[in-house]
């Protein structure tokens, strides 16, 4: 059921379509999951390879390639389009204005994701997923990934023309919290996405047709990070979606300001894009100037996260107390800790503190090069995209996979064990890594091969492996509960069910100023940022690129 | 939910406590802003900046890099001019005089690799078509590794070799 004023109820086909993406999305996760504990347990001397070697899957960096590409691009991409797709839905409460034109894009995307897998198996793909040229690998890598990219832009299209649609038929009302957190999380992806686009087609793909005899290697960093650091607020704000405007009413609360929240989701937009020299401050060939000025703006996209912070907390203190919880911090035990999609939540943003603790640290120009292409870097993403992410969805899927298959969530308490061994599992591989990497410890690097490892890293090697060990029984145990909902037989009875999660503000959204609820001022500003911070060195490195670094498989 | 108009006119309002807040975490950013514009101004913390551009192709065939190794300039100041390929670093081995300060440069002459210096600040990303360089000086004697820290093929993990600072002049 939605709330009493729901003049549209989502249809059956509405939640196969939803169910679809998740489907998928798990699957990826499931697959792409079993390799990160293989690197763990190589990294502290049980190497496992050679078992898998019969099946074509013993070489580590083919192995780091499945990870990193089912896990941060496929489990996000897929779980982010399908729950965008509920959240235009529900929110708008009417159906989209072209359901084939988003089917038509789920459809690009799957065929983008068979296309690039075939490679990743064969072993004509091990680049890793930056594949930072002139590493060379098979064109239809490149040609998948394209094709899911450009999937997930038809999406957003059919977003786009469905929220048309709706405010013309409501020109005065202010459009829902969630439905336009989800519109800016999409135009910011279209808007970032470019840079990647702009690298395959031009480079990447030609020089793997044999069309050129060369790529520009500094020329693809900077496209790339273009589109790599905004690829982070693409994971994460789907997750700040749900804790804004969900979590409050999973809570028993409310959401403490709309106006703040909607603020925070602009900025987002605003300053995502303009920071990605942050992730090449050891790079060659990017003038320090440059540099120190997307530091500073780095500096500036922290703002939003710290916005985020508080109204996140409010709302939770709000609901807490009104639950009967008290004192200064003693509120924290009153909310609904029993809840597997609540607790996975809050779990999600206590990591996520750290995480963006460690975030600061990576942005700053000098201290950067301590930590640059070191453990301290997958360690840290690990309390982002691993975490603030991964363990939200995680928390979303309780409600959402019921919500869509209309079969209730099986065995609630292992949700919780699950979310409960997620968050041990990543706080001591996660702690590992930063420590390894601030004593050297290089990233993605088949660690047992090399011979310079000094005997003080190798406690912490085995810290990380046992986190490593749990976090897999966590995923493990995540992806049973949710292949055991959907594929059950019991049903929801009538009148039962999963309520659309849909938190209310505190003050009326028609109270939040007007230029809070419009596109256009901020895309403007957007747009006229990018051109600032990165038109004159993109200028720059166009006009004396190179392309003769010829094409090199690993 | 949202239909009801209230007689209010539509404002930027904000909680007093989160005004405190965002005026608290504006001061805190600002705060680092400025640590990192003194640390990499005023005491002179280095990244790597863009240096002369070189074709990957040729790059080795011609001074300075058809000997890669160490250039003394005197007063304690060496070049080192290393060259990263699949899966070694050329030379493997440098060797100075404690006290001495290094200047790196580096080149690829096929895939991007990377040179971490263990236990220094030194740490670059290495582009072919492309020079890096960073300065350091070494004041205690010792053996320092340097690693590729970019991954760039099968063999990645051995990639590395050493800075062996003598603790009495005559080294190079």
Known sequence: ?554 | MTETHSEEAPSFEADPFEKRWMVISLGLLIAFMLTVTIAGFALGFQVPGSETRVDPRTVADSAPWSEPGLRDRGNGEYDAYVISKQYTFDPRTITVPVGSAVTFFLTSTDVQHGFKLQNTNVNMQVVPGEVSKLTVEFDEAGEFDYICNEFCGAGHAVMSGSVVVEAEAGGA
């Open chain 1, 1 to 554: 059921m939605l709330t009493q004023e729901s003049v549209y109820e989502v249809t059956q086909q509405d939640r196969r379509f939803v169910g679809a993406h998740l489907l998928v999305a798990i699957a990826a996760l499931s697959v792409g999951s079993l390799f990160g504990p293989l690197q763990a347990f190589e990294w502290s001397g049980l190497d496992l390879y050679g078992l898998l070697e019969p099946i074509g899957l013993g070489d580590y960096y083919k192995g780091l390639t499945i990870h990193g590409v089912l896990n941060a691009l496929v489990w996000t991409t897929f779980f982010i389009t399908g729950f965008f797709t509920l959240v235009m839905i529900a929110g708008l409460k009417r159906p989209l204005r072209y359901p084939g034109l988003n089917r038509a894009g789920f459809y690009t995307m799957v065929v983008g994701l068979v296309m690039a897998a075939i490679p990743i198996l064969t072993g004509a793909a091990s680049v890793l997923y930056t594949f930072y040229p002139p590493l060379q690998a098979s064109w239809a890598f490149y040609l998948g990934l394209t094709l899911v990219v450009v999937g997930s832009w038809i999406e957003g299209y059919g977003f786009y023309l469905t929220m048309a649609e709706w405010r013309r038929d409501n020109p005065h009302t202010r459009s829902p919290f969630i439905v336009l957190a989800a519109l800016i999380t999409m135009v910011m992806w279209q808007i970032a996405t470019l840079g990647i686009a702009v690298e395959i087609l031009t480079m990447l793909l030609p020089a793997a047709l044999g069309l050129i005899d060369g790529t520009d290697p500094e020329l693809g960093r900077t496209l790339f990070w273009f589109t790599g650091h905004p690829l982070v607020y693409f994971w994460l704000l789907p997750a700040y979606l749900s804790w804004y405007g969900m979590l409050p009413k999973q809570a028993g609360g409310k959401l403490f300001s709309d106006t703040l929240a909607r603020l925070a989701f602009w900025l987002f937009l605003l300053l995502s894009i303009p920071v990605g020299f942050h992730h090449q401050f050891a790079d060659p060939g990017v003038p320090v100037g440059w540099k120190y000025i997307h530091s500073i703006l780095t500096y500036g996209v922290a703002f939003p996260s710290m916005l985020t912070l508080f109204t996140v907390v409010a709302s939770l203190e709000y609901a807490a107390r009104k639950r009967g919880g008290q004192g200064l911090l003693g509120w924290i035990r009153a909310l609904p800790w029993g809840n597997p999609v609540v607790s996975a939540q809050l779990l999600a943003g206590i990591l996520f503190m750290f995480g963006g603790i460690g975030g600061i640290t990576n942005a700053s120009y000098s201290v950067n090069l301590v930590i640059h292409n070191t453990a301290w870097v997958p360690g840290h993403f690990h309390l982002t995209v691993a975490s603030a992410v991964t363990l939200s969805f995680f928390g979303i899927s309780y409600w959402l996979i019921p919500y869509v298959t209309g079969k209730p969530l099986w065995k609630e308490k292992w949700a919780t064990v699950v979310n409960w061994t997620w968050f041990v599992g990543m706080m001591i591989f996660s702690n590992a890594m930063h420590v390894l990497g601030l004593l050297g410890a290089p990233r993605r690097t088949e660690l047992g091969q090399a011979p310079y490892v000094p005997d003080e890293w190798s406690g912490h090697l085995f810290r990380m492996s046992v986190g490593g060990a749990i976090l897999l029984v966590g995923v493990a145990l995540f992806v049973v509960i949710a292949a055991r909902t959907a594929f059950q037989k019991e049903r929801f009875g009538p009148g039962e069910g999963v309520e659309f999660p849909i938190a209310v503000s505190m003050r009326d959204p028609q109270l939040t100023p007007l230029w809070l609820d419009r596109f256009k001022p901020w895309l403007i500003a957007t747009v006229v940022l990018i051109v600032v911070a990165y038109g004159p060195q993109l200028f720059e490195q166009f006009s004396n690129a190179s392309f003769n670094s010829p094409p090199i498989s690993p």
